[in-house]
Every structure is written in structure tokens, then in C-alpha cells.
């Protein structure tokens, strides 16, 4: 079975860091494209992040020269770097990958981890 399981949130002051990881475990044969998503409440999930399997990478315009995306693949984890915190950062962030994995037949699957939290206090 396959799962993603992120980590590295929690509750930052305005201005600050930190790093999420999610990492890919079962049995799979290739990841494809990686993203980040996060959902505040009240609002609808949005697109953070993306980065395809050989690096090429894009990013919501409200967190362009903030945030970076990146990727182990011999790890099989994303990571987001998050840099300059705003209030408005605050979410559940989730990541998402297609992945290369086998239920009746091999073929690629999107999965997506349980989300972590990112607090951004002012």
C-alpha cells in the first residue's frame, strides 16, 4: 500500500521558517509530479507548488521568492522551504504525487498524504 506522510509543520511567528517534508512508502515503481497544496479555513484548497520528476518546478504567484520546492528522489520525499512566514501562509498543507503503482495492473495513481499544520501567528 501506498502512503505519503508529511512532517515539519507547526507554529511560527511572522517572518520565520520552516521546512515540510512528505515522504512516499510502499511498494510503487516511479513517482512522477510532486505537489503541495494547502487549504485555510474556510476557504477551498489551494495549489502551493509543483515539481515534475526532473526538477522543473512552478508556483502559486503569492509565494514566488518565498517558498521552495524540492525533491530526493532516491529518498522518495518532497520537501517545501518556506521562508519569510505571513499570517496568511496559515493552513493545512497536503502533498500529492503521481505514482507508478500496482492494484490490478500497474499503472499511476494519485495519492495524497493526511496534511500537516502551518500556523503563522503576527
Known amino acids: 500500500q501506498v502512503q505519503l506522510v508529511e512532517s515539519g509543520g507547526g507554529l511560527v511567528q511572522a517572518g520565520g521558517s520552516l521546512r515540510l517534508s512528505c515522504a512516499a512508502s510502499?511498494?510503487?515503481?516511479?513517482?512522477?509530479?510532486m505537489s503541495w497544496y494547502r487549504q485555510a479555513p474556510g476557504k477551498e484548497r489551494e495549489f502551493v507548488a509543483t515539481i515534475t520528476s526532473t526538477s522543473s518546478v512552478n508556483y502559486v504567484d503569492s509565494v514566488k521568492g518565498r517558498f521552495t520546492i524540492s525533491r530526493d528522489n532516491l529518498k522518495k520525499t518532497m520537501y517545501l522551504q518556506m521562508n519569510s512566514l505571513k499570517p496568511e501562509d496559515t493552513a493545512v498543507y497536503s502533498c500529492?504525487?503521481?505514482?507508478?503503482?500496482?492494484?490490478?495492473?500497474?499503472?499511476?495513481?494519485?495519492?495524497w498524504g493526511q496534511g500537516t499544520q502551518v500556523t503563522v501567528s503576527s
Open positions: 500529492y504525487a503521481e505514482i507508478r503503482s500496482y492494484g490490478s495492473s500497474w499503472r499511476w495513481r494519485d495519492y
Open positions: 510502499g511498494s510503487f515503481s516511479s513517482i512522477g509530479t
